[in-house]
């Protein structure tokens, strides 16, 4: 039995490529902790985007609206990104005999990419005087419709390889005093400055779009 571990953060890195040596394997996982090469602090500063958009329905709707489409615009383009990396990884066992698998861990994977931003707004701020979605709104609900047809192409890909796909939702499993959260915690945004900190009972529907996924 032969295993490779694999990171998508800011580039696609094979960190141990396929190997029977379950020491090797073990090792580099150890190692994983503090490998700032090995990481991405996009889903540690969820929370982060959350207080932003809090920030701006001080302001106003629209500005809040309007902050709210650029970030589901940028999770949905994450989620191309990372899936697009996904089905390369994916080719690579195409000619490994059976039986083969893969686990998938994901921080913020969402079939509904952004839809959870409209969570902070009511309906009737979505929408215009004739009941028509205002064209932010409108935009994250189109996004996110179609953020499951990805997905669903990667799965079915790995069907066809003969492959099993366990996705593996992988918040919480980061420890205290790791230099992740150090640098990018929520109460402070990474630097040390105060911020509005987002309850996360306000916006409970990011963590269930992200479990169901």
Not at 128 to 135: K, Q, Y
Request: glycine share 8%.
């Amino acid at each position: 039995q032969r295993a490779m571990i694999i990171v998508s953060a800011t580039d696609l890195k094979t960190v141990v490529p396929l190997t029977d040596n379950v020491a090797r394997l073990e090792a580099a996982l150890a190692k994983l902790v503090s490998d700032q090469s090995t990481f991405d602090t996009y889903a540690s500063l969820e929370e982060n985007r959350m207080s932003d958009i809090i920030l701006e329905l001080d302001r106003g709707i629209e500005l809040a609206l309007a902050l709210a489409s650029r970030f589901a615009a940028d999770e949905r383009w994450r989620q191309e990104r990372d899936l697009r990396r996904l089905s390369m990884v994916l080719g690579r066992l195409s000619d490994l005999d059976s039986p083969k698998s893969v686990l998938y861990f994901a921080d913020t994977m969402r079939q509904n990419a952004g839809e959870h931003y409209l969570a902070f707004f009511s309906g009737v701020d979505t929408v215009d005087a004739n009941g028509r979605p205002v064209s932010d709104s409108a935009q994250i609900q189109a996004d996110a419709a179609m953020g499951a047809l990805p997905l669903d192409k990667v799965i079915n890909e790995a069907s066809g390889l003969g492959i099993r796909f366990y996705t593996i939702e992988g918040q919480g499993m980061t420890v205290s005093g790791t230099f992740i959260q150090s640098r990018t915690s929520a109460n402070s945004g990474g630097g040390g400055q105060a911020r509005k900190v987002a309850s996360p009972a306000l916006n409970s529907q990011r963590t269930r779009d992200a479990q169901t996924t």
